[in-house]
């Protein structure tokens, strides 16, 4: 399988205030009024396309070779419950037009196609916490099959009272503190940035996605292996190769994650690192700043095994390696 570069990636940790300085004064002005999910992801991926040097002016209408794949775990889950409370409080005359069209799960992707004049494919993916690893390789297939020249493509979640609430009722049980983050990459057909003379970051090499039907069952991890070995063979990598691996399970989920990594890597030892006990469970966010936390960590050009294990049972996993310095 061909490679897909990344050529820039920028990652938004939780903040009061959304930075908004960096962007160019029409998208500050859109991220200014939008949802807060909208606005992490104006603020993540304006600075991605800058660092990436891949900042359509609109001069000449849409981008149509550039586009959009956010995942997320809970997209519009905020602005539904804004919106309901609204309702309920003041009827059909507190009814809120603005936040009314943000209580869809493809807004925040929608906002960053408008803002940047973006005319390529516009996707948003919903698979609990693992949904940005899964943007990420819904991403690199669009590229290959040439969907697409570039993608801004990655994760982000919005947190808020209603949704700690929700969580903390048992609405998902992610074993780790909740957290608030947006990560967005540049991923782009290699002939289109060197075009530009875009350096890579690093190389999507191979990845894949799978549901498991019960993940609390002590036998579970058989969806995640196969994600692991199909990942692996896409990127024609040996498990010997590998030299970081990042886990992903909810505590609770442990034996799943320790089970699947048995049948797909040993006898092989890579480093294994868990970004989530440092960061947090940052749900759609958490895949794409395991990568770059992966690659980061590991030596230079050396490939990388990220997995995102959810308690919903979706899981993914994704092999890259860094560009070689």
């Known amino acids: 399988m061909s490679g897909v570069l990344i050529t820039a990636g920028h990652a938004l940790a939780a903040v009061a205030d959304v930075p908004l300085g960096h962007l160019p004064e029409a998208v500050q002005a859109r991220a200014a009024r939008s949802e807060r999910i909208t606005a992490l992801t104006l603020a993540a991926a304006g600075a991605a396309l800058a660092a990436a040097r891949l900042v359509p002016d609109g001069s000449t209408g849409p981008s149509p070779g550039i586009g959009v794949v956010l995942g997320t775990a809970f997209g519009c889950f905020l602005s539904n419950a804004a919106y309901q409370q609204r309702f309920a409080e003041g009827g059909a005359a507190a009814a809120s037009p603005r936040i009314f069209a943000a209580t869809v799960s493809n807004a925040a992707a929608g906002e960053l196609a408008i803002a940047y004049r973006l005319g390529g494919p516009g996707v948003t993916l919903t698979a609990g916490a693992a949904s940005g690893l899964a943007a990420l390789g819904h991403a690199s297939d ?6 697409a020249d570039a993608l801004v493509a990655g994760g982000v979640d919005a947190l808020g009272a209603p949704l700690a609430r929700w969580l903390a009722d048992g609405g998902l049980a992610v074993g780790r503190p909740p957290a608030e983050a947006a990560v967005l990459l540049v991923l782009e057909r290699p002939t289109f940035a060197r075009e530009r003379g875009a350096p890579a970051l690093a190389i999507v090499l191979g990845h894949a996605t799978g ?3 019960a993940p609390s069952d002590a036998d579970a991890g058989d969806a995640l292996a196969g994600a692991v070995t199909v990942a692996l063979e896409e990127a024609n990598v040996r498990p010997a190769d590998i030299a970081v ?6 505590p609770a989920l442990s034996r799943l994650e320790t ?7 040993e006898p092989a030892r890579p480093r294994i690192i868990s970004p989530k006990d440092t960061y947090g469970e940052t749900f759609g966010a958490a895949g794409p700043l395991g990568l770059l936390t992966a690659l980061h960590e590991a030596p230079s050009g050396a490939p990388v095994l990220v997995l995102d294990v959810c308690a919903s049972g979706h899981v993914a996993a994704l092999v890259a390696r860094g560009a070689s310095s």
């Open 142 to 147: 669009l590229l290959r099959a040439g969907q």
């Open 211 to 213: 549901f498991e039907p």
């Open 245 to 250: 691996v990042v886990s992903a399970a909810p």
């Open 259 to 265: 089970r699947a990594l048995a049948t797909t890597l």
